[in-house]
Structure formats: structure tokens, C-alpha cells
């Protein structure tokens, strides 16, 4: 037996957070990012899975939660997020994959997955694996990045763009950078056995000229009424969805929370530097802190 293999989109040894976000470049989308999310959250929960936490940008904005597992493939990225949030019994941080999620099946009682579908070659069986390890009638928020947006539409209707933004296939526009049609998206998660309960678009001013011309509040406290027409269409680059796990996903056993990527039994946890599988006897390194199951050790 061994790990699913795809090609994955990897942030290690990146600048990403400095660079994009704290360069204040972003502000808008950070902002109404924030807002979306806020609207989006359940009141309150257990246990959250955060998929693709990148430095942790999101994760102060869960404060509602008991706990969250910070989930990014990037090492060096999860390092800047604990770096970031310190260590604390509420956070947990792992390095992996959603192809080969590490947690026994019905664990989280919500999710997220924030500016991560759009690197995915295989976004359906991302979303089924992030169903099998959610419990029933669980939150889960899916933002994609949506090839139905004006602009796209403008520069195809101008002869600007060969794709086409209205057609349900998914574009790359760089390598493993995707864009998606929203009833392509809604396929997917109905597939998934996820119903979608709210959509909000989001970034409707994303346009460089714009933030250069109006003060960032402006632009954001115009978005923030506009991602309200969500449920009626969606034609930002930047959409945000919440849907509930349906079907019945029986709770696992008490204290099981880790299972093995390559034979997918549950892992015991003996607090140790090195996680070893009973079943298939595949190796697992705890690196200060950090459970890193990308790869079996040795």
C-alpha cells in the first residue's frame, strides 16, 4: 500500500504571507475575506480542520472554536503559523495533504478550505476526503476561485481570452492554478454528499485601478453589502460557500483522532517524536510540535 499521489501545489520555503498579505497590497481582499467568513461561521464548535492554513492568517478569525487543526503541506509554513500563534492545547499542527488526510473519519464538526481548491487537480476527491472526516450535519466553508466573473466574460466577449467563462469545464490559467465554474463547484459538493446552504461573493472591486483610486474602507464597506447577492448569481473572481455534511457519519472512537495515509488505520498517539503505524508499521515524524505526515520516514 502507499499514499495517493497527485501533483500538489507546494508553498515551502515561500514568502507567500509576506509578500502577499503583509505587504498591504491585499488589504481589500483580506478584509472582505474577513467579513465573508464572519458571516459564514457557525456561533460556535469543538473541533475545526483548517485546510491549507498557509502562516495562519485565518485562524485567529475561528476564536468561536474550542479547538483547530491547522492542516497545510508546506512544513515551513505551518512552522510560521505556530510561530505566529504560539503553542497552546488549542491548536494542533500538521503537515499533509488533503488527498491523504491523516484523521479518522467523522472527527470535525466544521471546516475550511480558504484559497486552496483552485490548486487542486482533482477537487472532487479532495472534496470526499474532507467529507469522510467531517461529522454529520457539519460546517463546511469552500472558497474557489470562479471563472464566471465579469471580467472574464469581458475580455472573452472582446477577444482578449480564448476560454470561455461560461462553459462548466475548469480552466488552468498557470500551471496548477484553476479556476472553476460555479455549477461545476455545486456538482461536485452535491456529489460529495455536501448540500450548499449560502453563497456570498466576494472581492467585487477587485480591479487595480479601483483600489488605487478609493480608500480601502470604501471598497470594502461597498462589498460587504454586495457579497449579500451571492445566493442570486456569482460574477466576482471570488466566491464563498457554506455547506452542511448530509448523510450519517458514525463519531469515532473516544480518543482516536490520527490514521495512517497509507493503510488508513487509526494511529496511536504515545506523545512521542515518531508516530508508528501497528497495522502497516509506516513511520511518522512529530518535528517540534508539528505532526508531518507528507511522507513516511525511515
Known amino acids: 500500500m502507499k499514499q495517493e499521489n497527485h501533483q500538489i501545489c507546494d508553498y515551502e520555503g515561500s514568502d507567500y504571507q509576506e509578500t502577499f498579505w503583509d505587504s498591504g497590497e491585499r488589504d481589500y481582499e483580506d478584509q472582505v475575506e474577513e467579513i465573508a467568513l464572519k458571516r459564514l461561521l457557525p456561533a460556535d464548535g469543538s473541533l475545526m480542520l483548517e485546510i491549507g492554513a498557509g502562516a495562519g492568517r485565518n485562524t485567529p478569525r475561528y476564536e468561536n472554536f474550542s479547538q483547530i487543526v491547522l492542516l497545510d503541506y508546506s512544513l515551513t509554513q505551518v512552522q510560521k503559523a505556530k510561530q505566529k500563534l504560539g503553542e497552546s492545547p488549542r491548536y494542533i499542527y500538521v503537515a499533509g495533504d488533503v488527498y491523504n488526510l491523516p484523521f479518522v473519519e467523522g472527527l470535525f464538526d466544521a471546516a475550511t478550505m480558504i484559497r486552496v ?14 467529507r469522510a472526516v467531517l461529522r454529520s ?162
Open 117 to 130: 481548491i483552485h490548486h487542486l487537480v482533482d477537487p472532487h476527491k479532495a472534496l470526499t476526503n474532507i
Open 137 to 298: 450535519k457539519a460546517i463546511f466553508i469552500l472558497e474557489y476561485a470562479n471563472k464566471h466573473n465579469l471580467k472574464a466574460m469581458l475580455r472573452y466577449l472582446l477577444g482578449k481570452q480564448k476560454w470561455n467563462p461560461y462553459s462548466a469545464e475548469s480552466v488552468e490559467l498557470v500551471e496548477l492554478n484553476f479556476n472553476f465554474h460555479p455549477r461545476t463547484i455545486k456538482k461536485w459538493l452535491n456529489s460529495a454528499d455536501f448540500k450548499l446552504d449560502r453563497t456570498l461573493t466576494v472581492s467585487h472591486f477587485r480591479i487595480g485601478a479601483l483600489k488605487k483610486i478609493f480608500p480601502t474602507g470604501l471598497l470594502v464597506w461597498l462589498d460587504q453589502f454586495a457579497q449579500l447577492t451571492g445566493n442570486w448569481w456569482q460574477l466576482t473572481p471570488s466566491v464563498f460557500t457554506r455547506n452542511i455534511a448530509v448523510g450519517e457519519t458514525p463519531p469515532p472512537e473516544k480518543d482516536r483522532f490520527f490514521r495512517c495515509p497509507v493503510c488508513k488505520k487509526d494511529l496511536d498517539d504515545p506523545g512521542q517524536t515518531i508516530l508508528v503505524c501497528s497495522h502497516c508499521q509506516s513511520k511518522w515524524a512529530v518535528r517540534d510540535g508539528i505532526y508531518d505526515f507528507r511522507q513516511a520516514i525511515d
